[in-house]
Every structure is written in structure tokens, then in C-alpha cells.
């Protein structure tokens, strides 16, 4: 039973802690900045791409990683007036423009939230999965054949050196591959990503520890082919 004492302490405690919470609220207030940009939801399951990359895997990578673009992203946009208003692609193809103070902000997080939305919009289950249409056509001319393609692009991702993207993007009205250091986008050299796989490690050191190529390899089944050959086909040839 509850005593008067006791209900007295409980409320004693309570609005201590009350007091507490009040003060840290306030004492982060200043660092706070608009959610002008926002993490996108994963729009599957985390586990939907097992046993490819593991459900831990993509929620650390969705729900911290990438969150943490957004926020630091946010912060910075904070730096740039009338960039808030600028879809992040638009403003990763003309970082010149960005104030110089938070360029290299924009740069790396604006790179690493715009990289990381392509990127789950990009993944399915799809061991069979190839591209269709014009992308495959395209794909044809450029490297030959798919499963050259596939070759280029693994062989692309297994020398990034450190932390960085390889990409298939549609640039100088050709399909090519290309690797980025960081959180760079192609965006910014003039090129439109259709498709990047992330090799940093926070991707797949859960399951595939320091055995990148294995990642590589299980991406190749998880690539949402019918989604990329459509943003190709929108690409505006
Ligand atoms: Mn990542």
C-alpha cells in the first residue's frame, strides 16, 4: 500500500526529473535547426534483402547512417539561406554556389543524404533481376554485355580505396562507371547516378567483415533492376 510519505517522494522524484528535462531542452535549444530535409523511409522491411545484406545491417545503416546525413545536412543548410528551398541534387550539381563556410558540410552530408535515398529506392530481392528496355540496350553498347557490366562494375567496387561509392551513371549522353571518394555524388561532376553500390564499411562489415567482395557479389542480387531501368528511361536522353 501506498503511504502518504512515499506518494510525497514519488512526487519529489518526478518533478526533479521534470526540472531536469526542462533545463537540457533548453540548453540545446540554440543548436536546433529546421528539419528542412528529411530521412526518407526505407520503404521495405529491414530484412526484406536477406540473407544479401542482413536486416541489422540496413537498419543501423538506414535508421543511424543515413539519419545522421539528414541531421548534420540540416545543420548545415542552416549556413546557406535560399538553398533550403533546393532539391539536394540541385544543389550537389553546383557546389560553387554553396557559401564556401558550409560547402564542405553540403558536400559530404548532402552527398551522404542524397546517395543513401537513391540507394534504397535502388535495392530488391532480385536474384534473376536484369535490366530491360532501353537500359539494356544501353548497357549492351556500352560495356559489351550484362555480364560484362557486372564484371566492370565489381571489379570498380573492390579497388575503391577506403571509403567511398561506385556508380553506373548517365553522363555526356553515355552509360559509365565510376567510383567516388566519400560521400561525393556524380551529381556534382556533371553525371546522373542510376545506380551506386556503398563500400563503406558500415554497408556490410556486419556480416561480411573485411570480405568485401563477397558484399560485392550478394549486391549483384539485390539490385532493383526495373526501378533503375526506369529512372533511365526518364533520364532525358
Ligand atoms: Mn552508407
Do not use: C
Not at 43 to 72: N, R, W
Not at 118 to 138: D, I, M, N, R
Amino acid at each position: 500500500m501506498t503511504t502518504r510519505r512515499d506518494a510525497l517522494k514519488t512526487i519529489a522524484l518526478t518533478t526533479g526529473a521534470l526540472t531536469l528535462g526542462s533545463r537540457l531542452l533548453h540548453a540545446q535549444a540554440p543548436t536546433e535547426v529546421p528539419a528542412v530535409f528529411k530521412l526518407p523511409p526505407l520503404g521495405y522491411d529491414y530484412d526484406a534483402l536477406e540473407p544479401f545484406i542482413d536486416a541489422e545491417t540496413m537498419k543501423i545503416h538506414h535508421d543511424k547512417h543515413h539519419a545522421a546525413y539528414v541531421s548534420k545536412l540540416n545543420q548545415a543548410i542552416a549556413g546557406a539561406p535560399g538553398f533550403e528551398s533546393k532539391p539536394i541534387e540541385e544543389i550537389l550539381t553546383n557546389l560553387d554556389a554553396v557559401p564556401e563556410a558550409v560547402r564542405k558540410d553540403i558536400r559530404n552530408h548532402g552527398g551522404g543524404h542524397a546517395n543513401h535515398a537513391l540507394f534504397w529506392q535502388t535495392l530488391k530481392k532480385s536474384e534473376k533481376g536484369k535490366p530491360v528496355g532501353e537500359l539494356a540496350k544501353a548497357i549492351d553498347t556500352a560495356f559489351g554485355s550484362f555480364a560484362k557490366f557486372q564484371d566492370d562494375f565489381g571489379t570498380a567496387a573492390t579497388k575503391v580505396f577506403g571509403s567511398g561509392w561506385v556508380w553506373l551513371v548517365w553522363k555526356g549522353k553515355k552509360l559509365t562507371i565510376e567510383s567516388t571518394p566519400n560521400q561525393d555524388s556524380p551529381y556534382s561532376t556533371g553525371g546522373r547516378p542510376l545506380l551506386g553500390i556503398d563500400v563503406w564499411e558500415h554497408a556490410y562489415y556486419l556480416k561480411y567483415q573485411n570480405r568485401r567482395a563477397d558484399y560485392i557479389k550478394a549486391f549483384q542480387s539485390v539490385v532493383n533492376w526495373d526501378f533503375v531501368s526506369e529512372r533511365f528511361a526518364k533520364a532525358g536522353k
